[in-house]
């Protein structure tokens, strides 16, 4: 065994820059996994500063000074900010209020469908079933108030941690903007100076996690903005709502559409039963996924590295079991790093190749 690991030690270990990369790689994994909520509203803002940095970048190929380009697009990222915390939170808040208060509702109208069940299909549904199926939800719903209440009361201090992310995230976000280079330059004062693995990977991770930051804020405003307008011309009840989960479901690939269904087909189902009206809905939520997965996300990560899809769904499944949202949002630039660093870790036999033979 000792044998085996000092080869594999010759072979991958043997410069001391893939020492160091393989310290950060863990020392990372391991602050992710213990104290990656603590650090959500400076990874939050991280994002958001790659959003504006794009700004600051385009305004100043069109020939805007620094300093103006800078300043307008924070402005821009100000406004937008608020224009979310007061516009969009309070309409969303409101109609998630509303279809809560709805749930009792629609579980009656459930369970009047189910009783009809064993008359209607006596060979799949036995009246038993049925019986043990609405008691469990009779339960359910007995303790749904008070689950709700305990939650509320548990969520408050969780709400004052929200509003002081509010002010924290815009003021780290300047700065990281203000002062990108000295920071940059702060934290590679701790490497080597000669890093050339390094510098290869964090060039090509720098691309893709802009491109994949800024590609996907502009994939969840797109869905969820012809969401909200297709389902209010539609006039489905709770747009807002519903048009914001559809859009935040491209956070996970694959699965997001999948649980977003379930809602959409339900509100809609309880307004309308099972009519045109159901199907259109229905019929405009798959053609705005397929557009989604065929026309937009090809526009936007055209430049990403290709990952294979069951790739994609195991690292939404790991980062998003040890780092919650986050790592879902960050699993498919992680995955990338990965195989960056796979491809790029330096090894025995190439350095031996390197050499010219006698």
């Not at 079933?129 to 969520?155: F, S």
Request: glycine share 8%; with cysteine; net charge negative.
């Amino acid at each position: 065994m000792l044998e085996i690991f000092h080869k594999w030690y010759e072979r991958y270990l043997f410069e001391e820059e893939s020492v160091l990369l393989l310290v950060l790689l863990l020392l990372s994994l391991i602050l992710l996994a213990t104290i990656g909520d603590i650090l959500a509203p400076l990874l939050g803002a991280i994002v958001l500063a790659y959003l504006v940095q794009g700004v600051v970048n385009l305004l100043c190929r069109l020939g805007l000074p620094p300093w103006l380009g800078f300043s307008i697009a924070f402005l821009g990222f100000m406004g937008a900010f608020f224009a979310v915390l007061l516009g969009l939170v309070p309409l969303v808040w409101r109609q998630s209020i509303g279809l809560i208060a709805e749930v009792p509702r629609m579980v009656e109208q459930g369970q009047d469908l189910l009783v009809v069940l064993p008359q209607r299909y006596p060979e799949l549904f036995s009246q038993a079933q049925i019986d043990q199926l609405l008691a469990g939800v009779q339960g359910e719903i007995a303790g749904l108030g008070q689950r709700i209440v305990t939650r509320t009361l548990a969520g408050i201090p969780g709400f004052f941690t929200v509003l002081v992310y509010m002010v924290l995230i815009p003021i780290i976000v300047f700065f990281l903007l203000k002062d990108r280079e000295q920071i940059t330059r702060w934290l590679a004062s701790f490497l080597p100076e000669k890093r050339p693995l390094l510098d290869r990977i964090w060039a090509e991770m720098n691309v893709q996690f802009s491109n994949y930051a800024r590609g996907k804020m502009v994939e969840i405003i797109i869905v969820g903005a012809v969401s909200y307008v297709s389902f209010t011309g539609l006039g489905l009840r709770y747009a807002a709502l519903l048009g914001l989960l559809v859009g935040l479901s491209v956070i996970i690939p694959y699965i997001g559409a999948f649980l977003v269904t379930v809602p959409v087909a339900a509100v809609a189902l309880f307004q309308w039963g099972v009519s045109s009206e159901f199907y259109w809905v229905v019929a405009v939520y798959v053609v705005i996924q397929m557009l989604d997965g065929n026309v937009l996300v090809p526009l936007l990560f055209s430049e990403a590295v290709n990952l294979h899809p069951v790739a994609i769904i195991v690292a939404v499944l790991f980062f998003g079991g040890i780092w919650g949202l986050w790592g879902v949002f960050f699993a498919i630039p992680l995955a990338t790093l990965i195989k960056a660093v796979i491809n790029a870790w330096p090894k025995r036999e190439a350095a031996a190749e390197s050499v010219p033979s006698e």
